[in-house]
């Protein structure tokens, strides 16, 4: 058991310090959550400040040792989030890789890589949440396009997408996971209604978009018709334990943030919310540190997979016992909207629930780890 | 970065198991829990030919000359078979009390205000003038209480293989939950395919894959704070994990003949070491001053 890195990824981290220390003092101001189009260019923007440095294909072809270092170093130092190149860069992309024609290859992963091009996702409808294989969208061919009509919920960056990585009910007679098909839409195709979905915490970080017979060439298939299941699973996995490292390292910070906000005003002084706070640093060492061990895996070869639905349970009710405390620390404030930690508080409720609820988290643990029955 | 256990650190732990699996089977843990508690003298020197005791003195010495990271895997070992008798006491004088270290010589210590296994054994550290025997609620861990003011702060190590040790209980108690859940039957089907069983085996294993973490970090850095974070998430999911294993086991659960109560009151045991965890709950709240 080693927690140190090799010479090469000191290395790593030390220039890729050095490099964030030189460019983020020259970045543009962030934009306002409602602005879209500033977060898109904003977004695109620092990927394309990675690209030229070097670092654009760090979620690609790097180690997963690589990757940690990467977005515990770029959190650190206050870099942008991926933000609107979530699913080019972790999910279609990758897909895309995996499993695309040379041609598809071409046309695609460059200008994610560039920063040019921006991804959307349409899994999720209505009527398809937990239970994804569920979902109605129909396609249907006509001539060298297929026609698309439904409806997909909890999309983000719809409003400025150029691109839709898109699941379609291609056979609506087979066993329902082998009538599902991989689409690449264009999100300018006639037919195509953005509307943005206003969460509890206020704002309009996800949308519903309608889909009235969409045009989408066949050209625009990934994989066979009818794999749509398989191919998307293919990359599932794809994060190999890095996908929470930027947030625990931020949990840290507010963590830290909040102790001492607790000795200004007081509260520390109650012994039982000052020893909550320290339940809470181990929690979050503890977190770390099995996002390290989830990574150690990766690097020899073995894909965490359902390890990430262990780290994934406890990371998300962590994350609400923080802000939770947060609560408690703030007293009154808690309930103003202006006060730090008080919007994030609201935003954590998503994290049992969004990719993969707790309950069905559970359930993955309990039958593919543990081995238990399937319910009948 | 290689957070993983090493093959020499595997065989350590599977020749442990193995050890361990031969000399104090499940049918050796509840004959034992039967009878007054008495050591196993034999086994005892068997643990300390296998190295138990003297893994962390040099070879020079005698020893094994191995670290914390081995001892931490089994101590674990130990805690997931509930071997009795006061290991961490005579591993933590392997180096000071003759015999200690090849098993020969049994130490007690005294800890928190209680020393365990007083009566059996052959040397203490530590004052234990004026200890009173108390009535057990483990009847595998005899204990007297020892009166006089606390020692000072917890010695780390003690505490890091204390967390081992709950570490093992936690892997023991998930273990037992889910082959329980797997083979029990009712209405019609095994109960674990039942969510609501389902779910609570998995918050075992989550509780356990998560201390894992934490106690294996510890036993690399050595450092006192993250030691008090191990020792935190080891003693909740011991504790909690044999709670939700003995719930899972339902009527047969609250039964003398089932394992897993001995499991549960072992691990409340141990929590009440060095005091129980608010000193660990304290460091660990300052050091977020920074």
């Known amino acids: 058991m080693d927690l140190s890195y090799t010479p090469e990824e000191e290395d790593f981290r030390a220039r890729l310090r050095e490099w964030l220390a030189k460019v983020l003092p020259g970045l543009p101001p962030k934009p306002r959550p409602e602005d879209w189009p500033g977060r898109r260019a904003y977004d695109l923007g620092w990927q394309r400040t990675l690209y030229d440095a070097g670092y654009a294909d760090v979620h690609w072809d790097a180690s997963p040792t690589t990757r940690l270092i990467f977005l515990e170093e770029t959190e650190r130092a206050g870099a942008p989030y991926v933000g609107a190149n979530f699913v080019g860069l972790l999910h279609a992309g990758p897909t895309i890789a995996a499993e695309g024609t040379e041609a598809q290859r071409a046309r695609w992963l460059a200008p994610i890589l560039r920063g040019d091009e921006v991804w959307c996702q349409g899994f999720s409808e209505p009527d398809a949440g937990s239970d994804l294989a569920a979902l109605r969208t129909r396609a249907w061919r006509d001539g060298d396009d297929y026609v698309v009509s439904g409806s997909k919920i909890w999309t983000s960056h719809a409003e400025v997408a150029d691109w839709c990585e898109l699941l379609v009910r291609t056979d609506a007679q087979a066993p329902r996971h082998r009538g599902i098909t991989w689409l690449a839409m264009p999100m300018d195709a006639p037919g195509i209604t953005v509307r943005p979905l206003r969460t509890l915490a206020g704002s309009a970080e996800f949308a519903e978009v309608f889909l009235d017979e969409v045009r989408v060439p066949v050209a625009n298939r990934v994989g066979a018709e009818n794999d749509g299941w398989r191919v998307t699973m293919v990359t599932l996995s794809f994060e190999r334990g890095t996908a929470f490292v930027g947030e625990v390292v931020a949990c840290r910070r507010v963590l830290g943030e909040l102790a001492r906000v607790a000795r200004e005003n007081g509260t520390w002084d109650d012994p039982e919310r000052r020893r909550r706070l320290g339940r809470l640093n181990a929690e979050f060492r503890a977190l770390w540190r099995l996002t390290q061990w989830n990574v150690s895996e990766a690097e020899g070869g073995r894909v965490p997979g359902v390890g990430g639905s262990v780290f994934k349970l406890r990371y998300s009710h962590a994350r609400q016992e923080l802000y939770d405390v947060a609560a408690a620390v703030l007293g009154p404030d808690a309930l103003d909207l202006d006060r730090p930690w008080v919007l994030d508080r609201l935003s954590s409720l998503s994290y049992t629930i969004a990719a993969g609820t707790s309950q069905i988290q559970r359930n993955i643990v309990a039958e593919r780890i543990l081995g238990l029955p399937k319910g009948r | ?290």
């Open chain 2, 1 to 290: 970065m290689r957070f993983r256990l090493t093959r020499d650190q595997e065989a350590l732990r599977e020749g442990m198991r193995e050890l361990l699996g031969r000399r104090f089977d499940g049918a050796a843990l509840r004959a034992a829990a039967g009878a007054p508690a008495r050591l196993d003298r034999r086994l005892w020197r068997e643990l300390g030919a296998a190295g138990f005791f003297a893994l962390r003195l040099p070879e020079a010495d005698g020893g094994v000359g191995l670290g914390l990271p081995e001892a931490v895997l089994v101590f674990e070992e130990a805690g997931r078979a509930l071997l009795p008798g006061p290991l961490l006491a005579t591993h933590l004088a392997a180096a000071e009390v003759p015999g200690a270290a090849m098993g020969e010589t049994v130490v007690a210590r005294v800890d928190g205000g209680l020393a365990e296994w007083l009566a059996e054994a052959d040397a203490v550290t530590g004052d234990a003038s004026g200890a009173l025997p108390v009535r057990s609620v483990d009847p595998l861990t005899p204990l007297h209480r020892v009166p006089g003011p606390a020692a000072g702060p917890a010695d780390p190590v003690a505490v890091l293989l204390t967390a081992a040790e709950q570490l093992g209980t936690a892997t023991r108690a998930c273990e037992l939950a889910v082959q329980h859940a797997r083979t029990r039957v009712q209405f019609g089907q095994p109960i674990g395919a039942f969510q609501a069983v389902k779910h609570l085996c998995a918050e075992l294993l989550v509780r356990a894959e998560t201390a894992r973490a934490a106690v294996y970090a510890a036993a690399v850095t050595a450092a006192p704070v993250d030691i008090a974070a191990a020792r935190l998430l080891a003693d909740e999911a011991a504790v909690r994990g044999a709670r939700d294993c003995l719930q899972v086991h339902g009527g047969m659960g609250f039964t003398w003949e089932s394992e897993v109560h001995l499991h549960l009151k072992r691990a409340w045991v141990r929590a009440q070491r060095g005091g129980g965890n608010t000193e660990s709950e304290e460091m660990l709240a300052v050091e977020l001053l920074g």
